[in-house]
């Protein structure tokens, strides 16, 4: 029998911004290998991977919407 561990974080909104951002570069990497690739294991194995950086990407978009509002999932550089 497998034991999940968990891990709880304490972020701040610039670290979590960070992080957001960092993970929806990910997805994006990993559907555009899933949409080019003609390797099937490395299509299946990034879809997979896929699926839980989603996951993932979600939960914590959604706390941190909850704590820092909407604009925590605002990446722009440009100045305001």
């Given at each position: 029998m497998t034991h999940i561990k968990e891990m709880n974080s304490s972020?701040?909104?610039?670290?979590?911004?960070i992080i957001l951002e960092a993970i929806t570069h990910e997805a994006e990497r990993l559907k555009s290998i899933c949409e080019?690739?003609?390797?099937?294991?490395e299509v299946a194995d990034a879809g997979n991977d896929y699926l839980e950086v989603i996951g993932l990407k979600e939960r914590l978009e959604n706390?941190?919407?909850?704590?820092?509002?909407?604009?925590?999932?605002?990446?722009s550089r440009e100045l305001l």
């Open positions: 972020l701040c909104d610039w670290e979590a911004r080019t690739s003609e390797d099937e294991d706390q941190a919407i909850e704590v820092f509002g909407q604009q925590i999932t605002n990446f």
